[in-house]
């Protein structure tokens, strides 16, 4: 977090926020485009901008969304380990190692 964008943990509690609800929800319920939009917001209120490079991973993102509720409307992204082992891949091993979960390789 650049010094000037606020406290880390105004930042961390405003991130927090945004991404809890969304943990425990299946890929049907969720919008992307308004978890986009909502982080648009959010970079605002702390005077910065969003990330271009964050802002085309959701563009692409928004075409995935469409497929996947198409395909698997009960997914859970944030429950699928390869996808989080691959995003987070210490945090993934040692969480899944403290819990005896067995990642595939």
Avoid: C
């Amino acid at each position: 977090i650049p010094p000037d964008v606020g406290p880390v943990e105004a930042v961390a509690e405003s991130i927090q926020n945004y991404v809890q609800p969304v943990l425990d929800t299946t890929i049907e319920d969720v919008s992307l485009g308004h978890l986009m939009e909502n982080q648009i917001k959010m970079a605002e209120q702390f005077g910065t901008r969003a990330n271009e490079n964050m802002m085309l991973v959701v563009k692409q993102l928004l075409y995935f969304e469409r497929y996947v509720k198409a395909l698997a409307p009960h997914w859970r992204m944030t429950r699928d380990l390869f996808l989080v082992k691959n995003l987070f891949p210490k945090e993934v091993a040692a969480k899944a190692h403290s819990d005896g979960i067995v990642l595939p390789e």
